[in-house]
């Protein structure tokens, strides 16, 4: 299997982004992306193509007010502010799409836009692929707190909110989710880089460069055939069915990295494993010397410091890892599996 690393979630000047398709992809190469994921307000074009190697996933956002839903290989049909969270998510899977819940717990900043933020808001709706974990641009909105501490924050360390890892929540209800079936935790950078011109300089805020470096996501697929439209399919499809991790690459990429069970079969992530008598037999294996841990039910089960975790598990449920890094004395999170399943 292959491991490619790609941003989700970006806006383009086809929407209220602000750099048209062909440059952000030049910026994904020169940050060493395999794709992207274009998600324009309510897209028209949804056809995914190669530039310059980069695979560009064309997909679209849905719903304005709230309950915005990222959506891939579903060209929909709907007014343009849909609201309900469950009629965006039939709509895409009626037309076999693929469909992420995007900022679910977005709280916005009082400082910026007055506030405004866009929360899912119907938990009870059931179909959905995946859900936004990690939202980096409303991670950073949400930190804001005032004027002179975004300033700072901007001039010491414009990754500071990041150092705290995925959204509490989004981690919590993804785990609960999975209890009764998988859906897939992703990162979004949400890419819009707005631009701003202070004393004459104009500069974009939050910019393309600066995110793509910052969290992604790695799937696993077979091997490509360069064609954009094949390949598209494998790329999502791996994401829908769960084999896919994502990780802060501003402290480390994350490519190497690999969580097996062996029981019945050997399975990975996104699979079912059968255990083998009473159990089953997890292996992780890190990119890095880390603080490994393994979650079941979104509780901690397994947990290591090194680069390799092996042991047996006799309980059935839902398996993911989280591993952290150390830097300047401080275990800062950095890497999230999805999990796989043993019965
Ligand atoms: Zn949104
Ligand atoms: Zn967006």
Same mark, same amino acid.
């Given at each position: 299997?292959?491991?490619?690393? @790609?941003?989700?979630?970006?806006?383009?000047?086809?929407?209220?982004?602000?750099?048209?398709?062909?440059?952000?992809?030049?910026?994904?190469?020169?940050?060493?992306?395999?794709?992207?994921?274009?998600?324009?307000?309510?897209?028209?074009?949804?056809?995914?193509?190669?530039?310059?190697?980069?695979?560009?996933?064309?997909?679209?956002?849905?719903?304005?007010?709230?309950?915005?839903?990222?959506? $891939?290989?579903?060209?929909?049909?709907?007014?343009?502010?849909?609201?309900? @969270?469950?009629?965006?998510?039939?709509?895409?899977?009626?037309?076999?799409?693929?469909?992420?819940?995007?900022?679910?717990?977005?709280?916005?900043?009082?400082?910026?836009?007055? @506030?405004?933020?866009?929360? =899912?808001?119907?938990?009870?709706?059931?179909?959905?692929?995946?859900?936004?974990?990690?939202?980096?641009?409303?991670?950073?909105?949400?930190?804001?707190?005032?004027?002179?501490?975004?300033?700072?924050?901007?001039?010491?360390?414009?990754?500071?909110?990041?150092?705290?890892?995925?959204?509490?929540?989004?981690?919590?209800?993804?785990?609960?989710?999975?209890?009764?079936?998988?859906?897939?935790?992703?990162?979004?950078?949400?890419?819009?880089?707005?631009?701003?011109?202070?004393?004459?300089?104009?500069?974009?805020?939050?910019?393309?460069?600066?995110?793509?470096?910052?969290?992604?996501?790695?799937?696993?697929?077979?091997?490509?055939?360069?064609?954009?439209?094949?390949?598209?399919?494998?790329?999502?499809?791996?994401?829908?069915?769960?084999?896919? =991790?994502?990780?802060?690459?501003?402290?480390?990429?994350?490519?190497?990295?690999?969580?097996?069970?062996?029981?019945?079969?050997?399975?990975?992530? @996104?699979?079912?494993?059968?255990?083998?008598?009473?159990?089953?037999?997890?292996?992780?294996?890190? !990119?890095?010397?880390?603080?490994?841990?393994?979650?079941?039910?979104?509780?901690?089960?397994?947990?290591?410091?090194?680069?390799?975790?092996?042991?047996?598990?006799?309980?059935?449920?839902? $398996?993911?890892?989280?591993?952290?890094?150390?830097?300047?004395?401080?275990?800062? !999170? =950095?890497? $999230?599996?999805? !999990?796989?399943?043993?019965?």
């Amino acid at each position: 299997m292959k491991v490619l690393r @790609g941003n989700l979630h970006i806006h383009s000047d086809q929407s209220d982004g602000t750099l048209p398709v062909p440059e952000i992809a030049g910026i994904a190469q020169r940050c060493g992306l395999d794709f992207i994921g274009i998600n324009d307000h309510y897209a028209v074009r949804q056809d995914h193509q190669y530039i310059g190697g980069v695979l560009v996933l064309m997909g679209t956002e849905l719903n304005r007010r709230h309950s915005h839903y990222l959506a $891939y290989n579903a060209p929909v049909q709907l007014p343009p502010d849909q609201q309900d @969270g469950a009629v965006v998510v039939k709509a895409v899977r009626d037309c076999g799409g693929v469909g992420i819940i995007a900022h679910p717990f977005e709280k916005g900043s009082p400082v910026i836009s007055r @506030g405004r933020h866009y929360p =899912w808001k119907n938990w009870a709706v059931r179909g959905f692929d995946g859900i936004e974990v990690w939202n980096l641009t409303s991670q950073w909105r949400d930190a804001v707190a005032g004027y002179v501490q975004a300033l700072l924050m901007w001039l010491c360390n414009k990754y500071m909110p990041f150092y705290s890892g995925p959204c509490p929540e989004a981690l919590a209800k993804w785990d609960e989710l999975c209890q009764t079936g998988h859906v897939t935790g992703v990162a979004g950078s949400d890419l819009h880089a707005p631009q701003r011109r202070v004393l004459g300089i104009t500069f974009r805020i939050l910019d393309y460069p600066l995110l793509m470096s910052a969290v992604n996501n790695y799937v696993l697929v077979q091997e490509l055939q360069g064609d954009a439209r094949a390949d598209a399919c494998a790329v999502l499809g791996a994401f829908k069915r769960g084999r896919c =991790w994502f990780a802060f690459d501003k402290l480390a990429p994350a490519r190497e990295f690999s969580f097996v069970a062996l029981g019945r079969e050997e399975g990975t992530l @996104g699979d079912v494993v059968q255990r083998r008598g009473s159990r089953v037999r997890l292996k992780v294996a890190s !990119p890095l010397p880390g603080r490994i841990s393994v979650l079941r039910n979104g509780l901690p089960a397994l947990a290591k410091e090194g680069q390799r975790l092996e042991a047996n598990v006799a309980e059935p449920g839902v $398996y993911r890892v989280e591993i952290k890094l150390r830097r300047r004395g401080r275990w800062l !999170p =950095w890497l $999230y599996s999805n !999990p796989l399943y043993v019965k």
